[in-house]
């Protein structure tokens, strides 16, 4: 079976759901895979063009699948950034000739699977031109609460139409099934996963170095990122280490406590040798219309490590209170205790390899029923 995949993210950003489901389903049905990148579905705004980056703080963006397998092939789409216009799409479309050409030879080569990762007009172009094809729509973020006024308002009416036209919904987190439950009947609630094979053996987890604990975080630092919630762990266990590890989007709002840590961003491979120095893995996290819809793969790579995660109680997290080695972090929580209860919990090699088996991308979507 042949995959015409609508990414959300460019091929040659690090490895994501998107990467790991093309992968998955080219292993299972050994076909061959177009993946169309991203182009700008929303209209410019003025921090476009205020790229400032901070004195010392490296946000860099690493690039880690420059390298493309034989069987995939990878559009770039060019586009103007005025999809939102209503009535001057057709711009666009002229500037769409070859890939549709492209996308239109490769669906009549034979079985085909059409996947849209992220609503767009040319996503829903396609999906209009080919409504026989068995296609689905991997709904993974609250996709309009990324943006604001019109550009907001015309991605929440392509995301609808997009919702009502495909085989099967897929939905990263319980708030996404709910959502679009009243657009198709045939949705499945597929959680987000972690890349087991790239995780080091459990043995190897259980031999850390004695010195300051950590309570570590690696990832972006954005307008969601909870930093008066990162100030107060730091300040309430002063004898503890904060490490922030990832690009930072959104400023401290002041001077650092002693104990917080920035460093800059840092490949996966060397992310997971930096979570085996942890003590504790944090997912500090405000509470907002985005956050409400989101499941933080974080989370399953924390757990896979053996950490106790320290969470605030935003989006699936919050469903996740009472489960072994989540603490979720309340308005009237003590820090202090929060984190020692935390540090007290002990995951055993068992608990670490059943977490693993059943949170991988294998088992994710080859339980998702996406295969006719």
Known sequence: MR??????????????????????????????VLWIDPYPTRLPMLEDFQRLKP???????????????????????????????FGVGMLNRLLWNEVLQTIDAF??????????????????????????????????????????????????KRECEIASRVSLILASSTA???????????VVLVFNACAVENLPPINNLFVKESGTPILGYVGTIGHWFDWPLVFELAESNPSMCIRLIGPIYAMPPAPLPRNIELLPPI??????????????????????????????IKYYEYRAMGLPVISSRFGEMARREGQTGVFLVDADSNLSILVRTAMSCETDIIEIQEFRTANSWETRFGTAGILP
């Open 107 to 156: 669906l009549e080569e034979g079985e085909c699977l059409l996947s849209i990762g992220k609503p767009s007009e040319l996503a829903e172009l396609v999906l209009s031109q080919h409504p026989t094809i068995p296609s689905h729509y991997d709904a993974m973020d609250d996709f309009p609460a990324f943006y604001r006024g019109m550009s907001r308002t015309a991605m929440k």
């Open 176 to 186: 996404l099934a709910d959502r679009f439950a009243k657009y198709s009947s045939n």
């Open 3 to 32: 995959l015409v995949y609508f990414s959300p993210v460019p091929w040659a950003s690090f490895s994501q759901r998107a990467h790991k489901f093309v992968e998955w389903l080219h292993t299972k049905r050994d076909g061959e």
């Open 267 to 296: 490949d996966h491979a060397t992310a997971i040798r930096a979570m085996q120095e942890f003590s504790v893995g944090l997912i500090p996290f405000k509470r907002t219309e985005l956050t409400a819809s989101v499941d933080p």
């Open 55 to 85: 004195k010392g703080i490296n946000n860099t963006r690493l690039t880690t699948n420059g390298n493309k397998p034989a069987w995939l092939t990878v559009l770039r789409p060019r586009a103007l950034p005025i999809e939102p216009l």
